[in-house]
C-alpha cells in the first residue's frame, strides 16, 4: 500500500511537470507578454524600426519658397503710433530704360522710303537690302504696317518701322543681324521713398503686371512685357510723376468670435464712442462700412470688440493708390497664419478733390475673392477719418457644407487713409515741419 501511494504521488508529479512546461509552450496564453504595437498603411507594416516612405512630388516651388518676398517686411507691417496722416515728401526722377537694346546701328541716312502693309521683317528687308544686316524674327510677327519716310538716319527709321509694328529690336554689330522680339525688358530708376515706390508697385499690380523684380538696395525694378505692357507702364510712371498727392492705406484684419450665442451688437459703437465719433454710414451688398472719427482707431476698437468677442488680428499691412489708380492689398500675403480669408482682396480708388466746396477723400472700396466681387463701398470722407468695414460673414469664405465656426463669427477692416504730398524739393522749407491745419492749408496753395 506504501508503495502504491508513492507511486502515485511520483507519476502526479510527473503530470504537473509535463502540464507545466505545455503551459509555458502555449502560444495563446497571452497573460504577461507584451506586444509592440504595429501600424499597417497600403499593405506596409510600419513599426518603431521602419523607414518612412513618401509618395513622389511633382516639380514644384514648394509653398514656403513660393512666399517668400523681401517686400512683405515693407507692405506687412504698420506702426500705429507714429502714423502721419497728411506727409510731404521730395518729387524725384522716375525714369523707365528698356533693356537688351545691343550695339548701335550704323550711322546711315534714308530717304524717300516708303512701305504699304507690309510685315515689320520685309519692311526692314528692303530697308536692309543694300547692307550687310540680315533681318532674324525671334519670334513671329504678324503685325503689317504702312508709312513713308522722308529723310533721317538709318537708327530713326528703324525705330519707327518697329514701333509702327508694336515689336521690339537689338542689333549684333558683331554678327550684322537685327533681331526682332513680341516682347521688350525695361529697368524703371524708382525715388527712395517707399511709399512712392509702393504707389508704383501697387499701381502696377492694379494693372495686372506681376512679372516685376525689385531691387531694393538700389531701388530699381525690372520688368518684362508686350507693347501694350510697356503702353500701360509708362502710362502709370508718367501719371504718378505728374501727380501731386499719392493715397497710402494702412489697415489691420481681424476675426471676431462673439462669446454668446449673439451676433456683435454694433449699435453699441454709438454711446460707447460718442455719435460725432460715428459720421456715416454706408451699406453695401454685403457688410457696411462706417466712417468714423480719429477716437475710434485700432487700440480703442478692439478694446470695444473685447467686451463682446475674442479678437483676432488675420492681417496687417498697407498698400498705396496713385491718385485716380486702383491698388489692392491680399489679405493672405500679410496674413498671420492660414486661414479661410486669405482669398480675400481688398481694392480701392482713391481721389483727394473738392467735393461741393470740401476738401475730400473719394474712395471706391471693392471686397473680392475668387469667386467674384463680395461687396463695395463708395465712400467720401475728410482727412483724418478712418473705415470700419463690419458684417462681413466668417461664413462667406467657408466652402464646405459644414462647419465648427459659430455663424455670428464675421470679418472686420479697420482701414486708415493717408495723404502723401508730393511738391518739388525747392518748395520744401528748411523750418519746422507744417502739421495740422497749418499743413492743410499750406497743401490748398
Same mark, same amino acid.
Given at each position: ?42 499593405? +506596409?507594416?510600419?513599426?518603431? &524600426? ?109 525705330? +519707327? ?5 508694336? @515689336? ?34 501697387? /499701381? ?6 506681376? &512679372? ?59 454711446? /460707447?464712442?460718442?455719435?460725432?465719433? #460715428? ?83 473719394? /474712395?471706391? #472700396?471693392?471686397?473680392?475673392?475668387? &469667386? ?59 523750418? @519746422? ?13
Amino acid at each position: 500500500m506504501i508503495n502504491f501511494l508513492k507511486n502515485f504521488v511520483l507519476v502526479l508529479f510527473v503530470c504537473i511537470m509535463i502540464a507545466g512546461c505545455m503551459e509555458a509552450n502555449n502560444p495563446y496564453n497571452t497573460e504577461g507578454i507584451e506586444y509592440n504595437t504595429i501600424q499597417v498603411v497600403d499593405n +506596409l507594416v510600419i513599426d518603431d &524600426n521602419s523607414v518612412p516612405i513618401f509618395p513622389k512630388k511633382a516639380a514644384l516651388t514648394t509653398d514656403t519658397a513660393r512666399r517668400f518676398s523681401i517686400e512683405l517686411p515693407r507692405r506687412c507691417t504698420v506702426d500705429w503710433d507714429s502714423q502721419s496722416v497728411i506727409s510731404v515728401v521730395p518729387e524725384e526722377k522716375i525714369e523707365i530704360v528698356r533693356l537688351n537694346v545691343g550695339d548701335p546701328l550704323p550711322d546711315l541716312t534714308v530717304s524717300d522710303y516708303d512701305f504699304r502693309k507690309q510685315t515689320i521683317k520685309d519692311a526692314l528687308d528692303k530697308l536692309l537690302s543694300g547692307t550687310d544686316i540680315a533681318v532674324i524674327e525671334q519670334e513671329k510677327m504678324y503685325e503689317r504696317i504702312s508709312g513713308s519716310i522722308v529723310g533721317g538716319n538709318l537708327a530713326d527709321a528703324v525705330d +519707327l518701322m518697329v514701333h509702327l509694328g508694336r @515689336a521690339y529690336y537689338s542689333y549684333d554689330a558683331k554678327l550684322g543681324e537685327l533681331k526682332l522680339f513680341n516682347r521688350g525688358k525695361w529697368l524703371i530708376k524708382m525715388p527712395r521713398n517707399d511709399d512712392i515706390v509702393m504707389a508704383i508697385l501697387d /499701381a502696377m499690380h492694379g494693372a495686372d503686371v506681376r &512679372n516685376v523684380i525689385v531691387d531694393w538696395a538700389d531701388n530699381t525694378l525690372v520688368f518684362e512685357g508686350n507693347y501694350q505692357t510697356e503702353r500701360e507702364v509708362a502710362r502709370i510712371i508718367s501719371d504718378i510723376a505728374s501727380k501731386k498727392y499719392v493715397m497710402a492705406w494702412d489697415m489691420d484684419v481681424y476675426r471676431v468670435y462673439p462669446r454668446t450665442d449673439n451676433p456683435i451688437v454694433w449699435m453699441n459703437m454709438l454711446p /460707447a464712442f460718442g455719435e460725432k465719433n #460715428i459720421k456715416m454710414s454706408v451699406p453695401g451688398v454685403v457688410g457696411r462700412a462706417l466712417v468714423v472719427g480719429p477716437e475710434v482707431n485700432t487700440k480703442t476698437l478692439q478694446e470695444f470688440l473685447a467686451q463682446q468677442a475674442n479678437v483676432v488680428l488675420i492681417s496687417q499691412g498697407h498698400f498705396v493708390v496713385p491718385d485716380g489708380w486702383q491698388s489692392r492689398f491680399d489679405i493672405g500675403q500679410c496674413g498671420k497664419e492660414e486661414r479661410i480669408e486669405t482669398d480675400l482682396i481688398v481694392g480701392a480708388t482713391a481721389e483727394y478733390v473738392d467735393f461741393a466746396g470740401k476738401d475730400k477723400i473719394d /474712395a471706391k #472700396i471693392v471686397l473680392r475673392t475668387s &469667386n467674384g466681387e463680395l461687396s463695395s463701398f463708395s465712400i467720401p470722407s475728410s482727412v483724418g477719418d478712418n473705415y470700419v468695414i463690419i458684417g462681413i460673414p466668417t461664413h462667406s469664405f467657408v466652402t464646405t457644407p459644414e462647419t465648427l465656426i459659430s455663424p455670428f463669427a464675421e470679418l472686420v477692416v479697420f482701414m486708415s487713409p493717408r495723404i502723401v504730398s508730393i511738391v518739388n524739393p525747392s518748395d520744401i522749407s528748411d523750418k @519746422a515741419p507744417l502739421v495740422g491745419d497749418e499743413l492743410r492749408e499750406w497743401l490748398k496753395k
